[in-house]
């Protein structure tokens, strides 16, 4: 059996993730986590060392102050890394960065650094780590506005709204569920 922990198990994704795996109880072992363990270290500590795998999802995508997404983003994924250097645990980390990466915002920005130094980490203790791009995500229980661009333009289509294309080009999508398994055969 494998023990799993999901950080931002409650989102869009990670609870997507969550329910699937919890449909294999002899397989995968979900380790709850709230996000109150970010607040309290000997929480966190329990949580990873409970953990074979960590799939850190928990991320502020969107806020009026791109600082704040920033700080916010880079401090979870510091505080996850100084917990594992506390227990002396190195699960195989996946981390979920962002297509945005590409773009020069503070979104991108702290999801690229998350993914370094997540990545440093796991080269520095010699453990597994996974850094997934992922392109926009869209599936039931998308929230339109928040984090998924097809939930906000089918909102804005059922509500006689004119959608407003804020950059044009190609956009890339994945399906939620095919998210999900490529996550899982990463595990």
């Known amino acids: 059996m494998i023990n799993i922990g ?9 609870s997507h993730l969550k329910n699937t795996l919890l449909l294999e109880p002899k397989k995968y072992n979900v380790i709850p986590f709230e996000r109150a363990h970010f607040e309290n270290e000997a929480q966190l500590d329990d949580f990873v060392k409970k953990c074979d795998v960590v799939v850190h999802l928990a991320a502020l995508n969107r806020h009026n102050d791109p ?13 996850l890394i100084d917990s594992f250097e506390r227990t ?38 010699q453990s597994t780590f996974t850094g997934m791009i992922i ?25 006689n709204e004119t959608p407003k294309i ?19 055969d990463q595990i």
């Open 88 to 125: 002396e645990s190195a699960p195989h980390v996946i981390f979920s960065s962002s297509s945005q990466e590409e773009r020069d915002n503070l979104y991108g920005k702290s999801k690229k650094e998350g993914r370094e130094m997540f990545s440093a980490f796991a080269k520095a203790r």
């Open 67 to 79: 600082d704040v997404i920033y700080n916010t983003n880079t401090s979870l994924v510091k505080k």
């Open 6 to 14: 999901i950080t931002g198990n409650k989102g869009f994704v990670g």
């Open 135 to 159: 392109p926009n995500v869209y599936g039931p229980f998308g929230d339109p506005y928040y984090n998924s661009v097809v939930a906000t333009f089918a909102h804005q289509v059922t509500h």
């Open 166 to 184: 804020e950059i044009d080009g190609n956009l890339k999508l994945i399906y939620v569920g095919e998210l999900v398994a490529a996550i899982i």
